[in-house]
């Protein structure tokens, strides 16, 4: 029943590994203190002029302690490794970046004086990143307010016709990600499905998606539940799954719940699971570590699609992202559509900077929508050192991302396409097949 599990474990000893701020790229001496609500670095606070000699940083916020920990772990890693190819092609106008890790404890309250501490602390803050569902309502005003450009993977549809002019996402609201799923299922020939989403922001807002979806694809959903996770048993949940025979699970919550639930649904059918459709986010060690103890490997392997935004793999700017992550010993599963939309996002954010000849936010968030755009004559770039010798060169220049060309919306939204993936017996993805962003909009409407 289990899986060659030794590359996955050398990758969570990574996950744990980055999560103590190892690399050159970590802040220095990172403590955090829930008693006075911050997450403060020991580096001293470099120069905030507009070039020169210095350090700019890159605020990590997100959960770097309790049960969403590893989500903080998994946000660095695109940060250290776009920083360190930065760095190495001579940083931004002189000075180098690092990441600074900002804890939001996965809980909005909490997370407001931790921000604060870190705005007021460090004064060379230049942009940040972050921001997920759980804490964003209560975060991003306060980035808003510090002037400061930032990219957030949170998946909020509040936030789908916003106007804040420092805000960027490249990664899909909770209603489109609940389309996908369910454009995923249809897709795979599906027609009567049962939804089951953990009771937590960033799982059970896809149901508004899932259902408008199964409507417009005249598909049946036989149930449609949020559960609370890590309970020690759904028994009478799965009997009630169970009793509407669905073709297939649409399923999204942490591992442990995953887990528990297959468990019982395996012990009360002898055995048999219909195929699941769950997240790309879930492509994680511990994921696959707990499934694997109550589900045979085939069905990791073959019956289990993780939905997600899609990589193109032939683009150049794929190639230097999955080669930064590597080198930084971030697992396999972490280069995925939402981190590399984070390794995207600083690479323009500095651009940016290199064309407006400043690090000032209000200053350089101007030229942020350019360097995404075509323009006649200039020069099409995939990776920040493209950029910097083609601006330094005087051109204008559009760069492309892991997925192609980008372009923001009114809100400053992009979504792309979506990829549909298997994962290997060492935990890495590998692409079935891709649902085109225009079929999951039209399917949430």
């Known amino acids: ?169 490249m990664s899909p609201s909770d209603t489109q990600n609940g389309a996908a799923y369910t454009v995923t299922a249809s897709h795979l020939g599906y027609k009567k499905v049962a939804v089951i989403y953990a009771n937590n922001v960033g799982a059970s807002g896809n149901i508004p998606g899932t259902k408008a979806a199964a409507k417009n694809l005249h598909m049946t959903l036989t149930s449609t539940l949020v559960i609370p996770g890590d309970q020690t048993s759904y028994s009478s949940t799965v009997e009630r799954v169970v009793a509407g025979k669905p073709q297939a699970l649409i399923f999204y919550a942490d591992s442990q719940t995953t887990a528990t639930f297959l468990s019982n649904y395996s012990q009360l059918t002898g055995g048999k699971l219909p195929p699941m459709v769950t997240a790309e986010a879930n492509i994680l060690p511990t994921f696959v570590q707990a499934i694997n103890k109550v589900v045979p490997s085939t069905y990791i392997t073959k019956d289990i699609y993780f939905v997600g935004q899609t990589m193109t793999q032939t683009q150049p700017a794929f190639t230097n992202f999955s080669s930064a992550m590597k080198s930084i010993g971030a697992p396999g599963g972490a280069i995925n559509g939402v981190v590399s939309s984070i390794f995207t996002g600083i690479n323009i954010l500095s651009l940016a900077m290199v064309k407006a000849h400043s690090t000032k936010g209000p200053v350089y968030n101007k030229d942020v929508l350019s360097i995404v755009a075509p323009h006649k004559g200039g020069a099409v770039v995939h990776t920040y050192t493209e950029g910097l010798k083609a601006l330094k060169a005087g051109k204008t220049i559009q760069y492309v991302g892991t997925g192609g060309a980008i372009k923001f919306d009114s809100a400053h939204n992009f979504v792309g396409s979506w990829g549909v993936s298997h994962i290997t017996t060492a935990g890495t993805p590998t692409q079935v097949f891709k649902i085109p962003g225009t079929k999951v909009l039209a399917s949430a409407k």
Do not use: H
């Open 1 to 169: 029943m289990s899986l060659p599990l030794a590359s996955l474990l050398v990758a969570g000893g990574a996950l744990v590994a980055s999560a103590c701020g190892g690399g050159s790229n970590a802040s220095a001496n990172t403590t955090s203190s829930k008693s006075t609500g911050t997450t403060a670095s020991s580096s001293a606070t470099a120069s905030t002029t507009t070039t020169g000699p210095g350090t700019l940083k890159v605020a990590v916020v997100a959960p770097f302690t309790g049960a969403t920990a590893n989500f903080g772990v998994l946000l660095s890693n695109p940060c250290k490794a776009a920083v360190g190819l930065i760095n190495k092609a001579g940083g931004v106008l002189g000075k180098t970046l690092s990441c600074l890790p900002v804890n939001n404890y996965g809980d909005p309250a909490d997370a407001v004086p931790s921000l604060q501490k870190a705005f007021s602390t460090n004064k060379n803050i230049a942009m940040a990143e972050g921001f997920d569902s759980a804490t964003a309502s209560t975060t991003i005003p306060l980035a808003e307010r510090q002037k400061i450009p930032f990219f957030t993977t949170n998946g909020l549809t509040s936030y789908d016709n916003q106007k804040n002019p420092y805000f960027y996402r």
